[in-house]
């Protein structure tokens, strides 16, 4: 079983509001990444959380706020985001038994379209 | 600092014909990965193949098959007898040791009936 699941699939959300992104697997692998799509373009990575340990933030605006409950669980908690925060958001997962390793192949969940307007 | 480089923008294509995907990758480190993931419409990124720098063999399976070549830094996709359901957006990936991945900019591929 390779699935990451997402959820929402559709979020559409004013600027003032907060909401969260959450990201699940259940294939055993310790290391999860948030990636943003914008249209036409590449996945730009966002996080990654290493054994529940945050390892790279990407100069992430403070108003993503991550966060990783347990081994399976991933959130992306959202706050006062702009209208060109507006993208799809992509979870991934990888076996991460060591985060250098390149190895490690990463399994992108079906991703969340976000709508700020 | 590592560069992939997808020159095809958008390629259309009859079903049945057979379509090649190019991907240039730089690096100055000896040990490293790539890969090549399928984004169909619905957005999520399927993973197809991924080869390591030391084994240059090729790969095939069913109707996709890579040439890996370290001489030239490609690492190139073929479909054979495309169909309807291979068009997505295919991106090439490399990765180093260090972690990070970079992707290419993606190739639109249309396959029409």
């Known amino acids: 079983d390779t699935e990451v699941t997402q959820t929402p699939k559709h979020l559409v959300m004013g600027m003032t509001n907060k909401k969260s992104l959450k990201c699940e697997q259940h294939m055993g692998h310790r290391a999860m990444y948030w990636y943003k799509q914008k249209a036409k373009k590449p996945p730009e990575l966002m996080f990654v959380?290493?054994?529940?340990?945050?390892?790279i933030n990407e100069s992430v605006p403070s108003r993503f706020s991550p966060e990783c409950p347990n081994s399976s669980l991933l959130n992306l908690h959202l706050h006062a985001l702009q209208p060109e925060d507006s993208a799809l958001y992509l979870c991934?997962?990888?076996?991460?038994?060591?985060?250098?390793?390149?190895?490690?192949?990463?399994?992108f969940g079906p991703g969340t379209r976000l709508t700020v307007l | 600092a590592q560069k992939v480089t997808q020159a095809q923008t958008e390629i259309s294509v009859v079903e049945k014909e057979d379509v090649t995907l190019d991907c240039v990758y730089e690096?100055?480190?000896?040990?490293?990965?790539l890969f090549w993931y399928k984004q169909p419409p619905s957005g999520e990124l399927v993973f197809l193949i991924r080869?390591?720098?030391?084994?240059?063999q090729n790969e095939i399976s069913g109707r996709y098959s890579w040439n890996f070549q370290k001489s030239t830094s490609s690492f190139n996709f073929t479909i054979t007898a495309s169909q309807v359901v291979d068009s997505a957006v295919y991106f090439c990936?490399?990765?180093?040791?260090?972690?990070?991945?970079?992707f290419g900019d993606g190739t639109t591929l249309t396959v029409k009936p």
């Open positions: 990936a490399l990765r180093l040791n260090a972690g990070k991945s970079t």
């Open positions: 690096t100055r480190d000896t040990t490293y990965y």
């Open positions: 959380y290493s054994y529940e340990k945050l390892s």
């Open positions: 991934a997962s990888s076996q991460g038994a060591r985060l250098a390793g390149g190895t490690d192949t990463q399994y």
């Open positions: 080869r390591n720098s030391f084994d240059e």
